[in-house]
């Protein structure tokens, strides 16, 4: 079993910048891959950046690449979302979710997940 705490949303403006955290704790990690997905009201949600937990391989849609950065800290066992330049379009509820094994974009594969932390950008 594994969970996810994410927080760090906000309001900011139009080209300000958050960082989001996903604090992941439970079973072994190191075959995890922990990603971020956010959902707008009346959309569904979106994948926006994925990282594995072993090794260096991470993933971004291609509405972030560019602006937004992943990281993890292994010895905190925490995942973070770098935002910059953000946009109000970038407005949603932004998840860290997990899934075992290899890399994937699709939110219904993901087993475990955060509450969510509301991201506002104003314009």
């Known amino acids: 079993q594994v969970q996810l705490v994410d927080s760090g949303g906000g309001l900011v403006q139009a080209g300000g910048s958050l960082r989001l955290s996903c604090a992941v704790s439970?079973?072994?990690?190191?075959?995890?891959?922990v990603s971020w997905f956010r959902q707008a009201p009346e959309k569904e949600r979106e994948f926006v950046a994925g990282?594995?937990?072993?090794?260096?391989?991470?993933d971004y849609a291609d509405s972030v690449k560019g602006r937004f950065t992943i990281s993890r800290d292994n010895a905190k066992n925490t995942v973070y979302l770098e935002m910059n330049n953000l946009k109000p379009e970038d407005s949603a509820v932004y998840y860290c979710?997990?899934?075992?094994?290899?890399?994937?974009?699709?939110?219904?594969?993901?087993?475990?997940w955060g509450q969510g932390t509301q991201v506002t950008v104003s314009s």
């Open positions: 979710a997990g899934k075992p094994g290899y890399p994937n974009s699709d939110y219904h594969l993901y087993d475990f």
């Open positions: 990282i594995s937990w072993s090794d260096e391989y991470s």
């Open positions: 439970g079973s072994t990690l190191n075959s995890y891959f």
